[in-house]
């Protein structure tokens, strides 16, 4: 069963740093693309960052710049290291794997809430 724990959140001030984890287990990582989301109350959950298998990067365009998406597989973890935030960025982040980033496989973690207050 593929099972997904998000870490690493907090409370934070405008314009500092946390870093997110996910460990994934269940699933070998290697060959699958790796997603960071963000749901924010009354709004659907949105695509932030996402890694691939040749650890080709992208970003949507409201976090270029400030946060950076990693994994390591042999760790089975995908990693958001997030710079420089503002109270925007405020919400819940979920990790997501898949064979794309068109194609996610329908599992979710828990998620890690993320407050930046300014």
């Known amino acids: 069963q593929v099972q997904l724990v998000e870490s690493g959140g907090g409370l934070v001030q405008a314009g500092g740093s946390l870093t997110l984890s996910c460990v994934v287990s269940?699933?070998?990582?290697?060959?699958?693309?790796m997603g960071w989301f963000r749901q924010v109350p009354g709004k659907e959950r949105e695509l932030v960052a996402t890694?691939?298998?040749?650890?080709?990067?992208n970003y949507d365009d409201s976090v270029k710049g400030r946060f950076t998406i990693s994994r390591d597989n042999a760790k089975d973890t995908v990693y958001l290291q997030m710079n420089s935030l503002k109270s925007e960025d405020t919400g819940v982040y979920f990790c997501r794997v898949g064979l794309s980033s068109q194609r996610w496989y329908a599992h979710w973690g828990q998620g890690t809430q993320v407050t930046v207050s300014s």
């Open positions: 890694i691939n298998n040749r650890f080709s990067t």
């Open positions: 269940g699933i070998d990582i290697g060959d699958a693309t």
